[in-house]
Each structure stands twice: as C-alpha cells, then as structure tokens.
C-alpha cells in the first residue's frame, strides 16, 4: 500500500523552529523528486520546497533561508527544517512523490505560528 506520512507540526511562537518529517511506503524515494507544499486557510494550496533525485533543491521565495528541505533514502524519508516561523508560515503542510503523472500526497500536517 502506498502511503505518505507526514509528522512534526504543531503550535509554535514566532520566531521558533519545527522539522516536519515524511515517511513514505509502499515504494521508495530515492529516484524520485519530494516536496513539500502548504495551504494556508482560505488560500490556494503553493509549493514550498522541492528536492531532486539528485538533491538540487529549490525554495519558494517566502521560505529561503529559513527553511530546508533534505532526503534521507536509506530511511525513505523526506524532511522539512523550519526555522525563524512567521505567523504567514501558519499552514496544512504536506508531503508530495514524484511528479505528474506519478504522484502521491501525504494527509498534511497543521503548522500554526502564533503568540
């Protein structure tokens, strides 16, 4: 069965940090391109983090710098540093394999920065 696991969000001031982590299933990610995307409420679901098979990453330019994606294909793996959070990042984060036509979404993860 194939599956995608998102875990780590949570509640966390401005200012903190979070890992999110995706486990995968089912298959493995190590040929595969993983990214991380968010969708904030009331918004369209964006692209936040991708890294490819051979580990070029690329980062939506809200995050860079303060967020870091990275692969771990021994462990089939995929996650997500999050560092200085801004009460904008507050979001359903989830995890994607692949690209179209062969994708596979995770169920999401609630991050939500706030005092």
């Known amino acids: 069965q194939v599956q995608l696991v998102e875990s780590g969000g949570g509640l966390v001031q401005p200012g903190g940090s979070l890992r999110l982590s995706c486990a995968a299933s089912?298959?493995?990610?190590?040929?595969?391109?993983m990214s991380w995307y968010r969708q904030p409420p009331g918004k369209e679901r964006e692209l936040v983090a991708i890294?490819?098979?051979?580990?070029?990453?690329n980062y939506a330019d809200s995050v860079k710098g303060r967020f870091t994606i990275s692969r771990d294909n021994a462990k089939n793996t995929v996650a997500l540093q999050m560092n200085s959070l801004k009460p904008e990042d507050t979001a359903v984060y989830f995890c994607?394999?692949?690209?179209?036509?062969?994708?596979?979404w995770g169920q999401g993860t609630q991050v939500t920065v706030s005092s």
């Open positions: 994607k394999a692949g690209s179209w036509p062969v994708e596979y």
């Open positions: 089912g298959f493995t990610i190590d040929s595969r391109v």
């Open positions: 890294i490819s098979a051979g580990d070029i990453t």
